[in-house]
């Protein structure tokens, strides 16, 4: 259908009357020395108030682009999105499981475990802890390693999903895997959570076949019906599958223009410093390389692993203490 036609003219002559909502400032590239389209230009003047001062902004960021935006705004203030409090979740656990005694075992496990506990306060995140938990225990198996990290959780319930195919099958979507990681891995680079067709064949991705993968869970989806535009349920997703790309061994289906799997680290690793938003990634990176959890990936679905990649962030880390002990030791 042709869009409606907007009578833009009329709608910004009373500004006081505008409200522009920005939804992700820390998913745009944004160059606060020089911008570098039309498109970045304008948002800057509108954060800026050079132009429509009297029009209003609702604006949405992770902390680690706060700073960025707080040199671009004028006289804001500011609101922390909260999610789940600790008795949301304690409710949504024992709503998800549907009786009292499951739901308060499954809440114990996890908040034993501070870090996968307050990843709970999202509630997609919440649904896929529960989701995994409930699996385990209808598998009569223990809680405690499904939940031990955030990693752990997405990988389990990533694997829930690879094994409800059929074997005829895996060669194909594993494939595919890779392929939806080297996706995934461009738009974390990019700071894009949004795909088009062109990024789709680009990637010669199966969408059909994506489909029946996650149909149940709707990982990576149509993000609107009026145009074809693809995305991650959820940034934490996409940022998990972009790990998964630097894991995964082999050429094929890695995607266009990147390099071989040792050096592709050796970048992330290089850029990390200065781009906050590569955090999640490289610690989903480092989660993924868990000695146990490697020999379940290779084990179970005979995963090429990329062999070279775990000596390259050991060294990293080892740079990384002596530079903080050197920056300690100037301060």
Same mark, same amino acid.
């Given at each position: 259908?042709?869009?409606?036609?907007?009578?833009?003219?009329?709608?910004?002559?009373?500004?006081?009357?505008?409200?522009?909502?920005?939804?992700?400032?820390?998913?745009?590239?944004?160059?606060?020395?020089?911008?570098?389209?039309?498109?970045?230009?304008?948002?800057? *003047?509108?954060?800026?108030?050079?132009?429509?001062?009297?029009?209003?902004?609702?604006?949405?960021?992770?902390?680690?682009?706060?700073?960025?935006?707080?040199? &671009?705004?004028?006289?804001?203030?500011?609101?922390?999105?909260?999610?789940?409090?600790? !008795?949301?979740?304690?409710?949504?656990?024992?709503?998800?499981?549907? *009786?009292?005694?499951?739901?308060?075992?499954?809440?114990?496990?996890?908040?034993?475990?501070?870090?996968?506990?307050?990843? $709970?306060?999202?509630?997609?995140? $919440?649904?896929?802890? $529960?989701?995994?938990?409930?699996?385990?225990? !209808?598998?009569?198996?223990?809680?405690?390693?499904?939940?031990?990290?955030?990693?752990?959780?997405?990988?389990?319930?990533?694997? *829930?999903?690879?094994?409800?195919?059929?074997?005829?099958?895996?060669?194909?979507?594993?494939?595919?895997?890779?392929?939806? $990681?080297?996706?995934?891995?461009?738009?974390?680079?990019?700071?894009?959570? &949004?795909?088009?067709?062109?990024?789709?064949?680009?990637?010669?991705?199966?969408?059909?076949?994506?489909?029946?993968?996650?149909?149940?869970?709707?990982?990576?989806?149509?993000?609107? !019906?009026?145009?074809?535009?693809?995305?991650?349920?959820?940034?934490?997703?996409?940022?998990?599958?972009?790990?998964?790309?630097?894991?995964?061994?082999?050429?094929?289906?890695?995607?266009? =223009?990147?390099?071989?799997?040792?050096?592709?680290?050796?970048?992330?690793? =290089?850029?990390?410093?200065?781009?906050?938003?590569?955090?999640?990634?490289?610690?989903?990176?480092?989660?993924?390389? *868990?000695?146990?959890?490697?020999?379940?990936?290779?084990?179970?679905?005979?995963?090429?692993?990329?062999?070279?990649?775990?000596?390259?962030?050991?060294?990293?880390?080892?740079?990384?203490?002596?530079?903080?002990?050197? !920056?300690?030791?100037?301060?």
């Amino acid at each position: 259908d042709a869009l409606p036609i907007l009578p833009l003219g009329e709608i910004l002559a009373e500004p006081e009357k505008v409200l522009f909502i920005i939804d992700g400032f820390d998913e745009l590239a944004i160059s606060l020395q020089s911008p570098v389209s039309t498109s970045q230009n304008i948002l800057i *003047n509108l954060m800026a108030k050079t132009d429509l001062r009297d029009s209003f902004l609702i604006i949405t960021t992770r902390p680690t682009a706060l700073e960025k935006l707080k040199q &671009l705004v004028k006289f804001p203030r500011f609101a922390e999105i909260l999610g789940f409090s600790e !008795e949301d979740r304690q409710e949504y656990f024992h709503r998800f499981f549907g *009786n009292e005694e499951d739901g308060a075992h499954a809440f114990r496990v996890v908040q034993e475990n501070e870090v996968v506990f307050t990843m $709970c306060f999202v509630p997609i995140v $919440c649904w896929i802890v $529960c989701t995994v938990i409930k699996e385990q225990m !209808e598998k009569k198996k223990d809680l405690v390693p499904a939940s031990r990290t955030t990693t752990s959780v997405y990988m389990l319930f990533l694997t *829930n999903l690879l094994k409800q195919q059929s074997t005829d099958s895996v060669q194909p979507i594993i494939l595919n895997l890779k392929r939806l $990681c080297a996706l995934a891995k461009e738009g974390i680079y990019q700071q894009k959570i &949004l795909f088009d067709e062109q990024d789709i064949l680009r990637h010669e991705l199966d969408i059909p076949g994506l489909r029946s993968l996650f149909l149940k869970s709707d990982i990576f989806t149509k993000a609107t !019906e009026r145009y074809n535009l693809y995305s991650f349920i959820h940034l934490s997703f996409q940022e998990f599958f972009a790990a998964l790309f630097y894991v995964l061994g082999g050429d094929e289906g890695r995607g266009e =223009g990147t390099k071989d799997p040792h050096q592709d680290v050796i970048d992330l690793l =290089g850029s990390y410093r200065e781009r906050n938003h590569l955090m999640l990634t490289v610690r989903f990176l480092f989660g993924l390389l *868990n000695k146990d959890r490697l020999e379940e990936m290779e084990k179970r679905f005979h995963w090429e692993i990329s062999p070279d990649i775990k000596p390259v962030l050991q060294k990293w880390v080892k740079g990384e203490i002596t530079r903080g002990w050197g !920056e300690i030791g100037r301060a």
